[in-house]
C-alpha cells in the first residue's frame, strides 16, 4: 500500500480507527507536504499520512518506509518498514503509546476535565528540546493549525543552534 494521490482512500480507511491518530484530508495532506519540505528537508516523493495529539507528523517516504517527524525538533524517527504494518504499530505495539502520546493525552484529559477534540493538539509550554518536561502539566491546548504554526516557528528559530546552545524565545502572533 502506498499514499500516493490515487491511493489516498485505502490509506484513510485502513488506518480511521486508531485513536489518537488525526488523518489528513485532502487539503491538510497537500499544506503538510508543502511545509514538511519546505522547512523540514521532506525528501522527494514523501507523503504526509497524519499526525498525532502532540502535531508530530507521520508520513510514508519513497522507500515505503514510515517516519515520524516532530515539528518541534524536526527529527526524522523511523516507525515502520512499510505503511502496510502501521496500523499494528500504533495498534499492538510497546511503542504504540510513545508515538501516538497517548499517555499525555490521557493526562492532560484528567487534568483538564475534558476530551480533547480532534481539531485540537497538546503544545509543550516549556518545548521538550528545551528541557520541558514530557507531563500534561507542561502542556497547554491549542487549535491545531496554532500549534502547527508555533512548532514551525519554533524549529524555523532553533534549528540551525548548535546543542547546549542558550535560547530566548520570540513569539510571533
Known amino acids: 500500500m502506498s499514499a500516493q494521490r490515487g491511493n489516498w482512500a485505502n490509506v484513510q480507511k485502513a488506518l480511521a480507527d486508531i485513536p489518537g491518530l488525526y488523518l489528513h484530508d485532502q487539503w491538510q495532506h497537500d499544506a503538510m507536504e508543502k511545509l514538511l519540505t519546505s522547512w523540514y528537508d521532506l525528501p522527494p516523493g514523501a507523503h504526509a499520512l497524519a499526525e498525532n495529539v502532540l502535531a508530530d507528523q507521520f508520513v510514508q517516504l519513497a522507500d515505503g518506509t514510515v517516519q515520524k517527524i516532530s515539528l518541534e525538533s524536526g527529527e526524522f524517527e523511523p516507525v ?64 491545531r493549525d496554532e500549534a502547527i504554526g508555533y512548532l514551525n516557528d519554533f524549529h ?17 502572533p
Open 156 to 172: 524555523a528559530q532553533t534549528k540551525n543552534l548548535p546543542d547546549g546552545a542558550t535560547v530566548q524565545l520570540k513569539v510571533v
Open 80 to 143: 515502520c518498514e512499510k505503511l502496510e504494518q502501521l496500523k499494528a504499530v500504533l495498534t499492538e505495539s510497546p511503542d504504540a503509546n510513545y508515538f501516538l502520546a497517548t499517555p499525555l493525552r490521557i493526562d492532560w484529559e484528567k487534568a483538564g476535565g475534558r476530551a480533547l477534540a480532534a481539531t485540537e493538539r497538546l503544545v509543550p509550554t516549556t518545548p521538550f528540546i528545551g528541557g520541558g518536561e514530557f507531563a500534561a502539566s507542561n502542556l497547554h491546548v491549542a487549535p
